[in-house]
């Protein structure tokens, strides 16, 4: 048997055992049939019957089929777009079927398992107060896929929940099965890839439809159900927060005009769902003055309205709903220049601020509370529309700014040494450094003057500053709250970004600052580095009492560059280690810690179940609040439909639950034993990885050959370009093309090399196995471990080996590979006691085992297509057809960057 995950199940009583797989993958055949024509659906069923058949009788993997090596170009484009546009309505119908759901990860199975621990219902609700989860949507370029597959993939998904109800008829009078069917065909005619490189006002409108599409519309839905989990109404601890128009780093596209678009489309789009629904409650809201008694305050706000109707006169709701819309289309024209879709017959000054529209809200619903029995001011769509602006003010998600920590000491050198008050910034030692940010953030004199000059990047970086703290003005508070520095590692760096802040007008000496800097800590040596930086920064008076003000710091950890820089298992335990760290350092500070979690999709950039990592964090690091970045893929995969979307939510918030308020899981014996271990077999895993990546000479050119790294730059996914500088060296390459290449060759090697050398470097089996079923950090990690290495295929992975030019080379360089996927296989079915991979979680092993067949024939495609293109082949369809094997091998494997 060859080097993949294990033996198959039958494939085609997988897809028999999911009837929506069966039947969108026939309505999918039939439009292949009707458009492409009988000989191209012939040629195509016959490459999957037979790849489902190697499978089936488990064959060794890597075995091509006669009939893909006569596709000729044209067919092979077809073929692939079909094997593409059947994982995605795969991924569909897995997603109907909750193959994804986690068990108890519901906030309600959180409130019942807390209270069996002891804790009471109030005791709950009074830890949510000062509470925090964020999901923060970022531009990381892993979607490989149009915005228009997967609008046109969530038609689908609404039909087919009509088609759960019974209902054969769409509104428009279709038949349910013909609109189905005729989606899937307009999909089979719709260009895959993009013919442009995407510009930033692109990604901000993906992620707004995202905010407006399924954010907007499942949040008042989730707060009632918790509502009545808790048995009292919770306070709005779940936000939204984005990156895009404000992440800077390595993307010289993200400009001041980048910045004020994301925020102004933001406001535009959440203050039309506000007057959408204000419009509704006017409808609703009959209630005659005649028959219903009214507060004093409704009276007074009715009567401010304008309306003064004779045919309204007793229906003092309807009249002042009229009032508050009319001021927030006020409001909406003046933050987007005109008149919103439905606008306001009567003059109204704007709202100031959102808790001033707020104030009004909760007008109408003491005046519905205080009619009858109460029961219209509970809830309701009143309510509904109030939770919404608690939680979205006139900003829709709060966005967060980043840049990287050499910029930042450029510009400040910049204008240091223009105002004539150093020289020489960058000659400086850190102390001297750090005494002259001091000072500078002490006085009220600035660094700029009329008349100054600066380099184009200090004139870009203080435009984006600038903007923003209009933005804080225009917007209010908390549109902006926090700046991430990457590459952080020094006092320095933290106190740099406050002077720029203060250049702006932003940051002022004794007083709050509105936005909170935050380091980001990526590397395997910034986290080791990180509690004794943040201790440094809380002796500094001036930084604690800003942190002390706000009541919390947060500190960003990073999983994609720690992963690169150290491996796997080396990556989660250091961020294990380095949060664990930071809660003395935290607590002698007297200030809470908020830990910003930046997670890809892919298990070597941080992917797996949120739930399971937010269960698995050390005790005292969560404490109710935490942000994580969503990223590509995962975005459409967590929130593409309402369903998905509230299960992900609930599971953040469960999670974050249990694991703030749930006692410590093990002793601090065992903790003290089972991090012993852990170190040991992490220090073995880094120096395995290590000398494969880093201290292999001819490794760099063996990744660049196996993989397609060089060809996926084609694909115009993103925004910002594939590496940081234009070095080739793999510690300037970012990691999402490191992890996404890897994945595309079946190699997958961030998400597992080096794990296998460290759990053989603990030989007491059953200290092993105590530890995987008592430490939910372990865990999770041999979970996602498990996962990464199913979707892995060494036999497959050997085709691309034909790829590398130093054969001997490239022979030696994969048996090593080939070893090490044998040894973490072997050593992880050992400590887990299980005979094959994912043996105890039958629905994601059915899942995975499911895309095989249809994965390994778009590998050997891509490897062909690859050599052809390499060898200098100019035929434009080589090159399409390439980068439709990319997005096609990525759809299937889902979490793949």
Not at 81 to 90: D, H, I
Not at 871 to 883: L, S, T
């Amino acid at each position: 048997m060859a080097d993949n995950a294990s033996p198959s199940p039958d494939v085609e009583r997988s897809i028999a055992q999911n009837p929506d797989i069966k039947y969108l993958g026939r309505v999918l055949g039939d439009v292949i049939r009707a458009y492409a024509g009988q000989t191209v659906f012939e040629r195509i069923e016959t490459i999957r019957a037979a790849s489902v058949e190697r499978h089936r009788t488990d064959l060794a993997s890597g075995i091509a089929t006669p009939a893909l090596d006569a596709l000729s170009l044209d067919d092979t484009l077809a073929f692939v777009r079909g094997f593409m546009l059947f994982s995605m309505l795969a991924n569909l119908a897995e997603d109907r079927q909750g193959v994804a759901a986690e068990a108890g990860a519901e906030l309600a199975d959180a409130v019942v398992e807390l209270e069996r621990l002891g804790a009471t219902r109030a005791n709950i609700a009074a830890f949510l107060e000062h509470a925090l989860i964020v999901p923060v949507l970022t531009a990381h370029p892993t979607e490989v896929r149009r915005k228009s597959l997967i609008d046109h993939r969530n038609h689908i998904a609404d039909l087919m929940k009509l088609k759960d109800q019974g209902i054969t008829e769409t509104d428009g009078g279709d038949l349910i099965d013909r609109a189905i069917q005729r989606h899937v065909a307009i999909l089979w005619q719709t260009r895959p890839l993009r013919h442009e490189r995407l510009y930033v006002s692109d990604e901000v409108e993906t992620a707004i439809a995202y905010f407006r599409d399924v954010f907007l519309k499942i949040l008042p839905g989730l707060y009632a159900r918790w509502h009545r989990a808790l048995g009292a109404r919770p306070p709005s601890f779940l936000r939204l927060g984005s990156w895009i128009g404000g992440d800077r780093d390595g993307n010289p596209n993200v400009t001041a005009e980048s910045l004020d678009y994301a925020l102004a489309r933001g406001a535009e789009t959440v203050i039309e769902n506000y007057l959408d629904q204000l419009h509704d409650l006017g409808a609703r809201l009959s209630l005659s003055s005649e028959l219903a008694s009214i507060t004093p305050e409704l009276d007074a706000l009715a009567n401010a309205s304008g309306d003064d109707g004779e045919a309204r006169r007793d229906e003092p709701y309807r009249r002042a709903i009229t009032g508050m819309y009319a001021r927030l289309a006020a409001t909406y024209a003046m933050f987007t220049g005109h008149a919103p879709p439905r606008p306001s017959k009567y003059k109204a000054k704007p709202y100031a601020t959102a808790d001033a529209l707020l104030a009004d809200l909760h007008i109408v619903q003491n005046a519905l509370a205080a009619n009858g029995d109460g029961g219209l001011g509970r809830g309701g769509a009143v309510g509904r529309l109030i939770r919404l602006v608690e939680t979205c003010g006139f900003y829709l998600a709060t966005l967060d700014l980043r840049q990287n920590a050499d910029v930042h000491e450029r510009v400040i050198a910049e204008m240091f040494a223009a105002a004539g008050v150093a020289p020489d910034y960058l000659a400086l030692p850190e102390e001297e450094r750090v005494a002259l940010l001091r000072a500078e953030l002490a006085g009220k004199r600035l660094l700029s003057f009329p008349g100054a000059t600066y380099s184009e990047e200090a004139q870009s970086e203080r435009a984006i500053l600038h903007s923003a703290a209009a933005a804080l003005e225009r917007y209010g508070p908390h549109c902006i709250d926090n700046y991430i520095i990457s590459k952080a590692a020094s006092i320095s760096d933290v106190l740099e970004v406050y002077v720029l802040l203060k250049e702006a007008g932003v940051y002022r000496a004794g007083e709050p600052c509105p936005i909170m800097v935050v380091p980001l800590f990526e590397t395997i040596e910034d986290l080791e580095r990180a509690p004794a930086i943040m201790s440094d920064l809380f002796a500094l008076p001036e930084f604690t009492a800003m942190a002390s003000a706000r009541g919390h710091q947060e500190v960003m950890v990073g999983y994609s560059d720690s992963n690169k820089d150290g491996g796997y298992l080396t990556s989660v335990w250091s961020l294990h280690e380095s949060s664990r760290a930071l809660t003395p350092v935290f607590e002698r500070a007297h200030v809470a810690l908020q830990l910003f979690h930046g997670r890809g999709g892919a298990v070597g950039r941080g992917g797996g179940s949120s739930f399971q990592a937010i269960r698995g964090q050390p005790p005292g690091t969560v404490n109710g609040r935490i942000r994580i970045t969503e990223q590509g893929e995962v975005i459409a995969a967590k929130y593409g439909t309402r369903e998905s979307a509230i299960a992900n939510l609930e599971a953040m918030a469960s999670a974050t639950l249990l694991a703030s308020m749930a006692p410590p899981s093990l002793s601090a014996r065992d903790e003290k034993r089972f991090a012993a271990a852990m170190q040991e077999m992490s220090d073995t895993a880094f120096a395995a990885y290590r000398a494969l990546v880093y201290e292999t000479p001819a490794f760099n050119a063996f990744f660049r050959q196996i993989t397609p790294i060089a060809e996926i730059a084609g694909l115009k996914i993103g925004s910002r370009p594939s590496s940081r500088t234009k070095s080739d060296r793999i510690e300037d390459l970012r990691a999402i093309p490191w992890v996404f290449s890897w994945s595309q060759a079946r190699i997958m090697l961030p998400g597992w090399y080096g794990a296998g050398h460290g759990l053989a470097a603990c030989d007491d089996l059953k200290l092993l196995r105590d530890m995987a079923q008592a430490w939910p950090f372990l865990r999770s990690t041999l979970a996602n471990l498990e996962m990464v290495l199913a979707k892995s295929d060494m036999g497959v992975a050997e085709h691309y080996l034909s790829l590398v030019e130093d054969r001997a080379a490239g022979k030696a360089i994969f048996a090593q590979i080939r070893d090490a996927w044998r040894q973490t296989h072997d050593a992880l079915l050992n400590v887990t006691g299980q005979s094959r991979l994912l043996e105890t979680q039958p629905a994601l092993d059915k899942s995975i085992r499911l895309r095989l067949p249809y994965i390994e024939p778009l590998n050997f495609l891509q490897v062909e297509l690859l050599k052809r293109h390499r060898a200098g082949e100019d035929d434009p369809r080589i090159r399409e057809g390439i980068q439709l094997s990319l997005n096609a091998i990525a759809t299937a494997l889902r979490n793949s960057g």
